[in-house]
């Protein structure tokens, strides 16, 4: 399913959606004329206007760790800041690998816990 092989500049809103969709029970939305991907009606990914970034589930107390140890990677615009999400930007993962890891823990935190425990990853 994974192409290790894949350069991360080639990761685009493209492979955003064929993991998203790939996750169990997922279905895509259009709200705020952007694409949105939801589990069991709970919204987990967008992939903002210029498809250069995703924005996924994120704990605010983890956020700010995450933000800290890689600000290339991840951030979060001022007007999301009292959210519980973040934004990473495709051109600065490492990999397909790391675009499915990060996709997948935030289906699991929008997920019924059922059907994320029953998960394997």
Not at 3 to 19: E, T
Not at 37 to 56: C, L
Request: charged share 30%.
């Amino acid at each position: 399913m994974l192409d290790a092989d894949l350069d991360h500049a080639g990761l685009d809103a493209d492979d955003v959606r064929r993991i998203a969709m790939s996750l169990p029970r997922t279905v895509e939305k259009e709200l705020w004329n952007i694409p949105t991907f939801h589990v069991a009606g709970r919204m987990f990914v967008t992939v903002p206007d210029d498809g250069t970034s995703f924005a996924v589930r994120c704990p605010k107390f983890e956020r700010t760790e995450l933000i800290a140890a890689e600000p290339d990677k991840f951030w979060v615009p001022p007007h999301e800041a009292n959210s519980s999400w973040v934004r990473a930007r495709l051109s600065a993962l490492e990999d397909e690998t790391e675009l499915y890891d990060i996709l997948v823990d935030s289906w699991k935190q929008a997920a019924p816990t059922d059907l994320a425990e029953s998960f394997g990853s």
